[in-house]
């Protein structure tokens, strides 16, 4: 699994790094930060809930 952000669209909700903390932060301004961008385990579980929860579509996740 590959996470990726974009930046440019996040609005800063903050759902993915309260439904993954250790796979998403947020910056000084909101913005998401990726703090693993190959999570395994629970991580990985998490970032998929995150993922589906992001209302702008910032966060993906890949199989590559
Ligand atoms: S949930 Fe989406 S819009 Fe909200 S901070 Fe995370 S990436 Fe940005």
């Known amino acids: 699994m590959h996470v990726t952000v974009d930046r440019g669209v996040c609005v800063g909700a903050g759902l993915c ?26 991580d990985r579980d998490a970032a998929t809930e995150a993922v589906s929860l992001c209302p702008s579509r910032a966060a993906r996740v890949s199989e590559t």
């Open 17 to 42: 790094a309260l439904a993954a903390p250790r796979v998403f932060d947020q910056d000084e301004e909101g913005l998401v930060l990726v703090l693993q961008p190959r999570p395994s385990g629970q």
